[in-house]
């Protein structure tokens, strides 16, 4: 049984930033993709970014780009996703998943998932 738990949620203004963590209890961890997803109330799970196994590939959303960063720390079981100039629209539940697939801005989760963190944004 994998366990991803997410983190750093919380309500926020707009143009603020929030760091959200998952931490995950796979000993291989280090071996997988790891991917946020985020769902809004009424919409569908949709991607926001994933990072390579190494750390040295990232892909993002259209909506997130060049204002969330994926990054992860493979010693600590961790990856971190930093949002800055946060709007309206990026409220919703994000959530980890390990081992998604896909490339660019597509991929597919896997079944790997935390419970989930929210981020509110308030204007």
């Known amino acids: 049984q994998v366990e991803l738990v997410e983190s750093g949620g919380g309500l926020v203004q707009v143009g603020g930033s929030l760091r959200l963590s998952c931490t995950s209890s796979?000993?291989?961890?280090?071996?997988?993709?790891m991917a946020w997803f985020r769902q809004a109330p009424g919409n569908k799970r949709e991607f926001v970014a994933a990072?390579?196994?190494?750390?040295?590939?990232?892909f993002y959303a259209d909506s997130v780009r060049d204002r969330f960063t994926i990054s992860r720390d493979n010693a600590k079981n961790a990856v971190y996703l930093q949002m800055i100039s946060l709007k309206p629209e990026d409220t919703a539940v994000y959530y980890c998943?390990?081992?998604?697939?896909?490339?660019?801005?597509?991929?597919?989760?896997?079944?790997?998932w935390g419970q989930g963190t929210q981020v509110t944004v308030s204007s």
């Open positions: 998943n390990l081992g998604p697939s896909g490339r660019g801005s597509v991929f597919i989760p896997s079944n790997y």
């Open positions: 796979k000993h291989t961890f280090g071996s997988y993709t």
């Open positions: 990072i390579t196994w190494s750390g040295v590939s990232s």
